[in-house]
């Protein structure tokens, strides 16, 4: 997987894939990068357990915006990982 986006890194989303119980996947959509200003879009899906043992799927589209600091690293400004419910 691509660990930048203009500069921005991703590395959170591979450190959220080594904490699920089961599967989760992550597939960037888009990037984009205006000045100081990124825009990254998503989709995840997490496979686990209920605490009854059943299975479960959660899954969403993300949108995550950032601004370059000062000293050329990214910050979040945005991290909504349900954007559409």
Known sequence: MEKTMGGIRIEHLEDFSQV?????????????????????TAEWKVENNDPDGSPRTLSARTVHVFRR?????????VDNAFPFG
């Not at 992550?26 to 990124?38: E, N």
């Not at 600091?69 to 400004?77: A, C």
């Open 20 to 40: 699920c119980p089961r599967q989760c996947l992550i597939q960037v959509l888009s990037r984009h990068q205006v000045g100081d200003i990124g825009l990254q």
């Open 69 to 77: 600091q000062p000293d050329g690293s990214w910050r979040y400004l």
